[in-house]
């Protein structure tokens, strides 16, 4: 690509700013700019891209198809811009960024309740959580590491396992009469609340339990195992979700074991990461920390 075609920044802001005031004169005051620098920077955009981008029509400014589909990429390329440096300056002070994606419940009920810790011991680092509930390859992604369900690990990737995945039938302590439901099959006269990325986990409790159960789907359906937790504390039926996500709940007495039983699935959740992110020493001492965690949690 021939740079010269490019457009700057000034010239997108002078762009975006005449589509959205529909004058220069406007456009200017909007930009704090003088009328011949907004006219100058919006002449040269259209030498540039060989199009005319408005209609002169009297002192307005009308835009044309071609105008009118280049203000869409226009106004994402400025955004976009904005967020990388908001983001970027939001870690003012701190010299090194490590980038995770976390299973969105896992971020939030385990690893973000245990980072004051972490950042009490190092406060140069900084951590870039992204939420994710699909993975794709953490190196090509742009991520040092991600935390998510498997056993597996691939060749040029290292693991750490965190947490087993066990899994609590919970409720409102209003939606069930006892403390728990001693005979599993009782839990087929509630309404069993759904995880949508997990559409078999209430078929696998059952079957483990010994019962034909072919009708259980009837319950709410939420994304995310957070949202199945508050499905469950407004009284809308029995969650099944992993312990780590309701043990504030139940200790504080919001949720109450609907059935003895634990589940216990073969895939814990653990921390994967590619091979080079070891020879970053951010990320060497933030595995190290997380390993130390784990096991004064055990």
């Known amino acids: 690509m021939r740079t010269s075609y490019q457009p700057t920044i000034s010239e997108l802001q002078a762009f975006v700013a005449c589509m959205e005031k529909g004058s220069v004169t406007s456009a200017a005051e909007a930009l704090a700019l003088t009328q011949s620098t907004v006219s100058r920077s919006l002449a040269l955009l259209e030498e540039k891209l060989g199009v005319s981008l408005f ?17 869409t990429d226009a106004r994402a390329i400025l955004r976009h811009l904005d967020e990388a440096t908001v983001k970027t300056m939001a870690f003012g002070g701190r010299t090194e960024i490590l980038n995770l994606a976390v299973l969105p419940t896992f971020a939030s009920r385990w690893l973000v309740p245990r980072l004051q810790a972490f950042s009490s011991l190092e406060p140069a680092i900084s951590l870039n959580i ?9 190196e090509t992604d742009g991520f040092d590491a991600a935390i998510r369900r ?11 396992a965190l947490e087993d995945d066990r899994l609590l039938a919970v409720a409102s302590p209003r939606l069930i009469e006892e403390d728990t439901l001693s005979d599993a099959s009782a839990l087929l006269r509630l309404p069993l609340l759904q995880q949508a990325t997990r559409p078999t986990l209430w078929l696998e409790w059952f079957r483990e339990a010994g019962i034909d159960a072919r009708d259980i789907l ?7 195992f957070a949202t199945v937790v508050e499905g469950a504390l407004a009284g809308l039926g029995v969650a099944l979700v992993p312990d780590f996500a309701v043990r504030r709940e139940l200790e504080a007495g919001l949720l109450t074991l609907a ?8 895939a814990p959740y653990t921390l994967v990461y590619p091979d080079r992110s070891t020879e970053r020493p951010a990320f060497a001492r933030f595995r190290s920390w997380l390993e130390e965690s784990v096991k004064g949690a055990r």
């Open 55 to 71: 209609h002169r029509v009297r002192k307005r400014l009308v835009p044309s198809d071609a105008g009118r589909l280049f203000a």
């Open 130 to 138: 992204a939420a994710r509930l699909v993975f794709g390859g953490v």
């Open 150 to 160: 498997t056993d597996q690990r691939p060749a040029g990737f290292g693991s750490l």
């Open 218 to 224: 009837r319950g709410h359906r939420f994304d995310q």
């Open 259 to 266: 059935s003895p039983r634990v589940m216990r699935l073969a």
